[in-house]
Structure formats: structure tokens, C-alpha cells
């Protein structure tokens, strides 16, 4: 909450955010600003040499920052770093909730933005205790997957329930041939004669269901899409 305050009240073209324990070198924002004039609209930091414990701090950073290149196919070496050099324009356009602040630039890849990363000095800390460590693994799983979901099917969510739907729709298929192979084997006095058919009528109804959300889903995006054109035109003509 304090950096979306920070980045709705600043006024500059360029916004520079970095962590207040003073392990962040504040001599570093102007490496950060000579990258950004090469043309980029993102510079990220990379604390290559990074002075925090290893079993707690950096193993978990390691696998955090796998785990969103693999789902996001943004490679950075270092998302965690908070020191980054952003556009104005792009980032106060960016809705930022939860931890979202360590994916933002991976979500400027992914909408066009220019993304360069050069590496920082990282100071021990020698105030205060981190907030961060193992137990947030989890938590940052859920916002890769938030993040996963937001780029990729957004704009498209028919796209997402009819792949769910198309899956359980083959697996009720599946189920419904092995009914029919007891009953063709005289097989239904097993143990359980109702599981497999019950199961099966179960994931075509739930295939129905998530088609429905999906079409709904679009229905409104494109609804909506529709709306904010007629808006426009609206004004345009005034």
C-alpha cells in the first residue's frame, strides 16, 4: 500500500522505487537512469551479489524468480529487487494489489514495455528484521498464477473455461465408455456399481457449467468493449 501511494502521488516522468532498509545503494539510481535513456521503459535491479542468508532469503528468491519466468516467460534474473527505474505513463496505468509490485515488470513485457535489468550493489542489513522469507513462497505461487491469468486470458476468457471445459468434457467422455464396459461385461455388481457413472454424469455437467461462465465471461468483456467505443464516439462527435 505505501508504494501504490508513492506512485499515485509522484509527478515525474521517470519513478524510482527501492527498499528503506538501506541495503538498496541510492548511488545506483543513477546507473539506473543512463540504462533508461538508452530507450527502455523499465530498468530493473539485480542484486547479483546479494548479502541476505542463503536457506531463507535467497534459495526461495531463486526458485520465486524460476517459477515467474517459466509462467510468465519473462526472464529476470532478480524481480524481488524493489530499486527500479519505471516510465510514469506505464506504471500508474498498472492496478497494483497484494506483493503485484515485484511483477511489474513482467507485466510491462507483456503489454509492449521495453525491459532491461543491470546489476546493483546490495548492502548487508544491519537495521531492522525482514518481513520476507519461506513462509511467502506460498503467497507468491498464488500471484504468479494471478499474474498468469491476468496477461494470458484476460482479454480472452473463453479461452481458459473451454480448455477446463474440454478436459473434464473428455474425462466424463472416458468414464461414460468404461460404464459402458460393465455394463456390456455384466461388471456393474462391483463393489461400487454407481461411482464411475455418477462421476461421469458429474464432470459433464461441471463441463457445461464452466462453458457457460466462459461464454458469459466473453459476453460481458465484449459488452463492455462495446460500451467504452460508443463512448468514445460519442465524444469524438462533441
Same mark, same amino acid.
Given at each position: 500500500?505505501?508504494?501504490?501511494?508513492?506512485?499515485?502521488?509522484?509527478?515525474?516522468?521517470?519513478?524510482?522505487?527501492?527498499?528503506?532498509?538501506?541495503?538498496?545503494?541510492?548511488?545506483?539510481?543513477?546507473?539506473?537512469?543512463?540504462?533508461?535513456?538508452?530507450?527502455?521503459?523499465?530498468?530493473? !535491479?539485480?542484486?547479483?551479489?546479494?548479502?541476505?542468508?542463503?536457506?531463507?532469503?535467497?534459495?526461495?528468491?531463486?526458485?520465486?524468480?524460476?517459477?515467474?519466468?517459466?509462467?510468465?516467460? *519473462?526472464?529476470?534474473?532478480?524481480?524481488?529487487?524493489? #530499486?527500479?527505474?519505471?516510465?510514469?505513463?506505464? #506504471?500508474?496505468?498498472?492496478?497494483?494489489?497484494?506483493?503485484?509490485?515485484?511483477?511489474?515488470?513482467?507485466?510491462?513485457?507483456?503489454?509492449?514495455?521495453? *525491459?532491461?535489468?543491470?546489476?546493483?550493489?546490495?548492502?548487508?542489513?544491519?537495521?531492522?528484521? /525482514?518481513?520476507?522469507?519461506?513462509?511467502?513462497? !506460498?503467497?507468491?505461487?498464488?500471484?504468479?498464477?494471478?499474474?498468469?491469468?491476468?496477461?494470458?486470458?484476460?482479454?480472452?476468457?473463453?479461452?481458459?473455461?473451454?480448455?477446463?471445459?474440454?478436459?473434464?468434457?473428455?474425462?466424463?467422455?472416458?468414464?461414460?465408455?468404461?460404464?459402458?464396459?460393465?455394463?456390456?461385461?455384466?461388471?456393474?455388481?462391483?463393489?461400487?456399481?454407481?461411482?464411475?457413472? /455418477?462421476? /461421469?454424469? #458429474?464432470?459433464?455437467?461441471?463441463? #457445461?457449467?464452466?462453458?457457460?461462465?466462459?461464454?458469459?465471461?466473453?459476453?460481458?468483456?465484449?459488452?463492455?468493449?462495446?460500451?467504452?467505443?460508443?463512448?468514445?464516439?460519442?465524444?469524438?462527435?462533441?
Amino acid at each position: 500500500p505505501a508504494m501504490s501511494a508513492g506512485i499515485d502521488n509522484a509527478e515525474g516522468d521517470i519513478i524510482i522505487t527501492m527498499d528503506s532498509d538501506l541495503q538498496n545503494d541510492p548511488q545506483d539510481i543513477a546507473r539506473l537512469l543512463e540504462k533508461f535513456d538508452e530507450g527502455y521503459d523499465i530498468v530493473s !535491479g539485480w542484486r547479483k551479489d546479494r548479502k541476505d542468508k542463503a536457506v531463507s532469503r535467497k534459495i526461495p528468491s531463486k526458485i520465486a524468480n524460476w517459477l515467474i519466468g517459466v509462467m510468465t516467460g *519473462v526472464k529476470i534474473h532478480d524481480y524481488g529487487c524493489t #530499486l527500479k527505474a519505471y516510465r510514469a505513463s506505464i #506504471l500508474k496505468e498498472m492496478h497494483l494489489y497484494s506483493d503485484m509490485h515485484r511483477f511489474i515488470p513482467a507485466m510491462g513485457r507483456l503489454s509492449g514495455s521495453k *525491459v532491461a535489468e543491470i546489476v546493483v550493489k546490495h548492502h548487508p542489513r544491519i537495521h531492522g528484521k /525482514s518481513k520476507y522469507g519461506i513462509s511467502r513462497t !506460498g503467497k507468491v505461487m498464488l500471484d504468479v498464477i494471478s499474474i498468469k491469468l491476468i496477461t494470458q486470458f484476460s482479454s480472452m476468457p473463453l479461452r481458459l473455461f473451454g480448455s477446463a471445459a474440454l478436459i473434464v468434457f473428455i474425462l466424463s467422455f472416458l468414464l461414460s465408455l468404461k460404464t459402458l464396459q460393465m455394463y456390456i461385461l455384466h461388471e456393474g455388481y462391483s463393489s461400487f456399481p454407481l461411482v464411475i457413472p /455418477s462421476v /461421469s454424469i #458429474l464432470f459433464f455437467f461441471l463441463g #457445461l457449467y464452466l462453458t457457460s461462465i466462459g461464454l458469459l465471461s466473453e459476453l460481458i468483456l465484449k459488452m463492455g468493449d462495446f460500451r467504452l467505443a460508443r463512448v468514445k464516439a460519442t465524444f469524438t462527435q462533441l
